[in-house]
């Protein structure tokens, strides 16, 4: 997947605190699920511009930090943490190198090598945003799990464009575990809306500020 006519949205530093909310079929109404953080950081590294995306909630002791050059969103390196659970991944074009270490277990390294240039999973919200939008269009991210140390091929697809009645972007986001539908402000490209739904259990889950 090639990040040529992309646009980064991130030009300044900014941080979005949400709430997430679950409705199923055995709620009566939606309830809160837990709250996350979001934050976009600008920063120099190694003499290039580089965007770190922040993300996590206190609820799942999950915190997840990438790192990406700022003008082709190539990611560099990426943290994430899940409790006592520690990942860190370098990225270079094809070639992801993941160490994992649980507790005080001994580290546990692993090398894949790819036939495309991969992006991390986590980055998934910024390249909706960066997405050049054109009306039916569907783009395929090969799009590395940092959880499951492997690539997947998953679809975003522009589903409409800004009208009289409608004045945003409509996107759809799919992979083997979810699909999500997005609704996104076209000068700003902020989300306007959020939600997904799971594909192998009923119920939906939206963010909201």
Do not use: C
């Not at 909706?128 to 991210?141: E, F, S």
């Amino acid at each position: 997947m090639s990040t040529s006519g992309w646009t980064n949205p991130v030009t300044t530093e900014a941080s979005h605190d949400l709430r997430v909310l679950v409705r199923t079929p055995k709620d009566s109404a939606e309830k809160e699920w837990f709250r996350m953080h979001q934050a976009e950081r600008l920063g120099v590294e190694a003499g290039r511009p580089i965007l770190a995306v922040i993300q996590g909630s206190d609820a799942f002791g999950w915190a997840d930090t990438v790192v990406m050059d700022r003008r082709s969103l190539v990611p560099l390196h990426e943290q994430l943490v899940l409790k006592d659970r520690v990942i860190r991944v370098t990225y270079r074009n094809t070639s992801v190198t993941r160490v994992e270490q649980v507790g005080d277990s001994a580290p546990r390294t692993t090398v894949r090598q790819y036939p495309v240039q991969v992006y991390a999973f986590n980055q998934l919200d910024l390249l909706m945003r960066a997405l050049p939008y054109q009306v039916g269009a569907t783009t395929i991210l090969p799009l590395y799990s940092e959880m499951t140390d492997e690539l997947e091929h998953d679809t975003l697809e522009v589903l409409s464009g800004p009208s009289s009645s409608a004045p945003w972007w409509s996107l759809r986001f799919a992979d083997p575990a979810i699909i999500s539908t997005v609704t996104i402000d076209p000068t700003t490209r902020a989300f306007l809306s959020y939600e997904t739904r799971w594909r192998t259990r009923p119920g939906v889950m939206r963010r909201v500020p």
